[in-house]
């Protein structure tokens, strides 16, 4: 399918979203189309593998009698006897099982035929799908999806009908198009890009712009060494602890390819957005052991794997990446000044955990690893105990790159944001800074990025050039020390254009020439007006 289409699809679906949601919030609804774009994805999947294993005894879609119902359902109506040994098998080639009538064919025939028990058979089948249909555990991956609330409907009869309409209208959409399982996780990409947009502020809480996305995966990705030598062969694993709907590890995971990270890690804090998070993994085809998304608070730390105090055991990952709420406000303790993350750097002051955040992330990095992190501008140059921090990290050799990037390109804030690249063994002993604040085209809502801007980007960092005029610098720690630790961009790369230098000698002499010519242009200009009769102009003594 071409990319045209994929955009396409995600376009018919966002405008049967639009039209369907009626006065329901537009976040609300979003769990709603997620959910059966999900399930969709899930049932497709799981009915190749079945037609694949069924061979010639997979039933035709199309036989007479078959009344609309899934193939599976007519095969488990004849098979009953073999019902269980083929869910075993299932479990082995597809690795999850679905029933016959919780499959999206199923649920959309009763969507289309107005079936009263469309609602109670959704809710089971969710419930199915949460505990039963994997081998590890998705307990409430729906629970954000109350189909039993009276925003879909006053009464049951209500919310079922309101189902059937949002279900039928979403089938026919998908109906138009080839969906394989690429297309169906770009189209989910896609609409949590356009409800992100509509969510104003709180779209920073789950949503990566895709082009701020690509920078940091593609350092990720790269030798964190030598980043010249390019792109790592495997990663064992990569972590996002503050990973919203997971789309900027999936986008770790794109570059790398499919089987290019051993596991992938996230963490996040809301309870919707972990859910898109696990839905997003598996309908990218990420398998249920290729990853874990943990719900609880990064910055309490409340997650035991990593909580672990066997150093043998403790989880240190091979990259980490993330874009944490700015400036977010917390609430450090005496005992977290304790706390092995942050005790030989310091607390984040209240008002604003940026740091914490880092220094969490930097905690688990791998000694030959990389972190890129998303932070406002104010962590390169605000006093107090930031200023103690970041010194402490520059002293210590661990702050690799700072990368400028333009105003208002997230759907939260206008603000100017920046990247630290950090590795705890770095080979150079100079900060490489990129101010990359005036490259962006205009948009309506937002500014955005090109491939021109993100590949000069990442080409500077990887080059590592000494200097490119008006754009990056490699800056020695002598300079740094001389400017306070500070790190504002424009102290090392300004971006303003240098003044023209004005000739002076060189100049005069034109003014002189202007001069000789004014005067004898006034001079045949007056003979004219004599011979007229008329006054003449004035001329200088």
């Not at 794997?305 to 609430?331: G, I, Q």
Request: charged share 25%.
């Amino acid at each position: 399918m071409t990319e045209q289409n994929q955009k396409q699809l995600g376009k018919t679906l966002w405008s049967i979203a639009d039209q369907l949601r009626g006065a329901m919030n537009a976040d609300d609804f979003r769990d709603y189309m997620l959910a059966f774009l999900f399930l969709r994805y899930l049932s497709d999947n799981y009915e190749q593998a079945a037609k694949k294993e069924l061979g010639r005894d997979y039933p035709d879609p199309n036989a007479i009698g078959n009344g609309g119902r899934s193939s599976l359902s007519v095969w488990y109506e004849q098979n009953p006897g073999d019902v269980s040994a083929f869910e075993r098998q299932m479990r082995l080639k597809a690795h999850y099982v679905i029933r016959p009538e919780h499959l999206w064919a199923s649920i959309a025939h009763m969507a289309r035929t107005q079936d009263s028990e469309l609602l109670n058979t959704l809710q089971a089948g969710f419930k199915y799908i949460e505990n039963e249909s994997f081998q590890s555990t998705f307990s409430g991956l729906f629970s954000e999806i109350n189909l039993g609330s009276e925003k879909l409907g006053k009464t049951y009869a209500d919310r079922n009908a309101k189902l059937c309409k949002i279900i039928n209208e979403i089938a026919k959409g998908l109906a138009k198009f080839s969906t394989d399982s690429d297309t169906l996780g770009d189209a989910y990409e896609y609409l949590i890009g356009q409800f992100a947009a509509g969510s104003g502020k709180k779209a920073g809480e789950f949503y990566t712009p895709q082009r701020i996305s690509d920078i940091l995966s593609a350092i990720a990705t790269l030798d964190s060494q030598e980043p010249k030598t390019g792109k790592r062969q495997h990663l064992a694993s990569v972590m996002d602890f503050t990973c919203g709907s997971g789309s900027l590890l999936l986008n770790v995971r794109k570059r790398m390819g499919s089987h290019g990270i051993a596991k992938i890690y996230g963490q996040e804090k809301n309870i919707t957005t972990y859910n898109l998070a696990r839905m997003n993994m598996l309908l990218h085809g990420v398998r249920d052991w290729e990853f874990e998304i943990y719900h609880g608070d990064t910055l309490t730390n409340d997650w035991d794997m990593l909580r672990e105090t066997n150093p043998a055991k403790k989880p240190y990952f091979d990259a980490v990446v993330a874009n944490p709420p700015f400036s977010y406000r917390w609430h450090p303790s005496e005992t977290l000044g304790g706390d092995v993350r942050f005790k030989n750097y310091g607390l984040a002051p209240k008002s604003a955990a940026d740091f914490a955040f880092l220094l969490h992330g930097f905690h688990y990095l791998k000694d030959d690893g990389v972190m890129a992190i998303i932070l406002p501008h104010g962590v390169l140059f605000r006093g107090g105990a930031e200023a103690e921090i970041r010194r402490k990290l520059l002293d210590d050799g661990h702050i690799d790159t700072v990368i400028g990037l333009p105003a208002n390109l997230f759907y939260s804030t206008g603000i100017p944001v920046c990247i630290l690249v950090l590795k705890k063994c770095k080979k150079p002993d100079d900060v490489l800074f990129i101010n990359a604040s005036e490259h962006f085209e205009k948009g309506k809502r937002q500014n955005y990025m090109s491939d021109r801007h993100i590949e000069k980007i990442i080409d500077t960092y990887q080059q590592r050039p000494e200097n490119i005029e008006r754009y990056a610098r490699r800056v020695e720690m002598d300079e740094i020390e001389a400017n306070d630790f500070n790190l504002n961009i424009s102290r090392y790369v300004s971006t303003a254009e240098p003044e023209v230098e004005i000739d002076l000698v060189a100049t005069h002499a034109e003014l002189v020439e202007i001069e000789k010519q004014i005067q004898a242009s006034t001079a045949r200009h007056n003979a004219f007006l004599k011979e007229l009769g008329l006054s003449t102009l004035p001329t200088p003594d």
